[in-house]
């Protein structure tokens, strides 16, 4: 996976992304927002796609979006307009593994179906602590593979597919847990499976005070 093909992959997808994803991500968008309205201010969503979940934030947060591909961009910018978003900030092109935002510029940072999508995601969450303050959160709704097992071995098979479509099968609970572990400044506060199918999760990383 690389970044070009990630973001034509989902450039692919845009004119029917919400119709098709919109429904079997419903409950994850919401807990994600629920996490982040938690702690409020100003938030940061690292692939914001067409924009489904901008309407579920409080218009006391303030909401900067990213992706990397324009043509998911542009609906988000549309929905930003016809909905009258006053709370969003800012919708812009951007990738994960390099945020252009100064340290420390975010409470919360969201990332929803995002972290198995990304070619380097271990430098996604790395950029992810940097933007977020102390005492903020890092939430993710992700997809957590088997790692082993008759599961492991499918998913393994369907990644050459799955690459193509944009996102990976394989991705088990362990590479999650070694970044933690090797991140002193983070702790896991929550993980808590999500529908459909037990299959994603909502984890939620605390970028511990200074």
Known sequence: MDTRSVAQAYGRWAPVYDAVFGPVFRRGRQAAVQAAERIGGRILEVGVG????????????????????????????????????????????????????????????????????????????????????PGGEIILTTRIGAGDGLRGRIEGVLMPVTSRLGWRTEFAWDRYQRWIDATPSVQLIEKRALPPLGHFYLVRIARLPD
Request: no cysteine; aromatic share 6%.
């Open 50 to 133: 067409t924009g489904l979940s901008l309407p579920g934030y409080s218009r006391g947060s303030r909401v900067v979006g990213i992706d990397i591909s324009e043509p998911m961009l542009d609906r988000a910018r549309d929905k930003v307009r016809r909905q009258k978003l006053s709370h969003v900030e800012a919708i812009r092109n951007g990738d994960a593994e390099r945020l252009e935002f100064a340290d420390r510029s975010f409470d919360v940072v969201v990332a929803q179906y995002v972290v198995t999508a990304i070619p380097n995601p271990e430098r996604a969450l790395d950029e992810f602590v940097r933007v977020v303050r």
